[in-house]
């Protein structure tokens, strides 16, 4: 059974940091792109960040560009997203999915960033 479980989340400050990790089983967690999505009250899902299998090539729309690094760790099934300058417009459930677009469906249950000024 594939598994995502992401954690991480918190209640910070405007400016603040966190680091978002996901722990993958049930899968080779080395054969796939990964992504991490969010979603804000009342909105679409939002992709900001992508990473290759082999963390030769990453992605950030200009949202994030700048402030948001994904890493992982293949050999810890584990995918991060490290979070800094953090605005209140960042706040949203998190989640790690299976692939390069987000748009898998394979995702976690997610993890709550909320930003406040």
């Known amino acids: 059974e594939v598994q995502l479980v992401e954690s991480g989340g918190g209640l910070v400050q405007s400016g603040d940091s966190l680091r978002l990790s996901c722990v993958a089983s049930?899968?080779?967690?080395?054969?796939?792109?990964m992504s991490w999505v969010r979603q804000a009250p009342g909105k679409e899902f939002e992709l900001v960040s992508s990473?290759?299998?082999?963390?030769?090539?990453?992605h950030y729309p200009d949202s994030v560009k700048g402030r948001f690094t994904i890493s992982r760790d293949n050999a810890k099934n584990t995918l991060y997203l490290q979070l800094n300058r953090l605005k209140t417009e960042d706040t949203a459930m998190y989640y790690c999915?299976?692939?390069?677009?987000?748009?898998?469906?394979?995702r976690g249950q997610g993890t709550q960033v909320t930003v406040s000024s």
């Open positions: 049930g899968f080779i967690f080395s054969d796939y792109d």
């Open positions: 999915t299976r692939g390069w677009s987000g748009t898998s469906g394979i």
């Open positions: 990473i290759d299998e082999v963390s030769n090539l990453k």
